[in-house]
């Protein structure tokens, strides 16, 4: 099998069925597929993140699956570098891998490269998240463009994310991310990959994401969350900070009405669904589908030229 091949990504946004169409085509081909979701890599968290079910797991191999605590700092490069490992086993074994996800950090890591910081600090970390908390957005936003602007002019002042990791590492090593990218080697995958990305009409995935969430609190989802409570994992949860859980959190701690609770969980679900589309949008070489069914055919076309190399 050809390994310089491009390695298909199925990405787009949450409850757009990505995994119901990596687990039809592994039926069909030999894949595997490599997870790039920040929350299923978290243990325990299985129905507020609409992990592979146990008849999708016989039907399908899926890594980078439950391989974390709740609460575990998992970075960007350090999801590059269980990726890669994955990867190479998969073609060592002549399968195809298959990465699944919509997590942008995760993907634009793998595919562009990310900078390589060999020390850490928590309190760091703890304390930007403080400000951010504290100040606001705009302010920890003005924050960088004092620090590091060439970085800010490529951000939107509320991706807090991106901002609090580029303040992080300027406070960690005492360069910029800009400067550091411009000598340092970029950490990445030796392989090349190519964008397919699920993106049903917005009316539909909004429709999909209500009824996923109702779905979610029929199945328990309230009581996994107690079950993690009376396992010792409340403050872990509140760290991990994933859809679903920390609003339902609230509700357990009676700061609002169940169904409250749940209309907030629909509506942060919509606006993180929306801000990863807007994500993918900007990627040049991404291609997109409306449906399940076309980008199906799609990728069985290639998969099917890829299995004869």
Known sequence: MDKTRNIPVICGPTASGKTGVAVALAKEFPVEIVSADSRQIIKYLDIGTAKPTPEERAQAVFHLVDSIDPGVRYSAFQFVTDANRVIDDIYTRN?????????????RALTDGIVEIHSDDFSIREQLEQDME??????MFERLEQI???EAASLHPNN??????????????GKTRSELSATSEQHK?????????????RELLYERINTRVDEMIAQGLLQEIQTLIDSGWKEALRRANVIGYSELLDYLEGLCT????????????RRYAKRQTTWFRHQTDCMFYKSAEELSEVLRDYLKRYSLT
Not at 160 to 173: G, H, P, W
Request: charged share 20%; with cysteine; proline share 8%.
């Open 148 to 150: 590091d602007p060439l």
């Open 95 to 107: 399968r195809i891998p298959l990465v699944v996800g919509g997590t942008g950090l995760y993907l």
């Open 160 to 173: 807090k994310v991106r901002v609090i990791r580029a303040l992080e590492i300027f406070y960690l090593t």
């Open 189 to 201: 995958s030796p392989y090349s990959f190519t964008y397919y990305c699920l993106s049903p009409d």
């Open 134 to 139: 504290k100040l606001g957005p705009q302010a």
């Open 258 to 269: 169940l169904d409250d609770a749940v209309a907030t969980i629909k509506r942060n679900t």
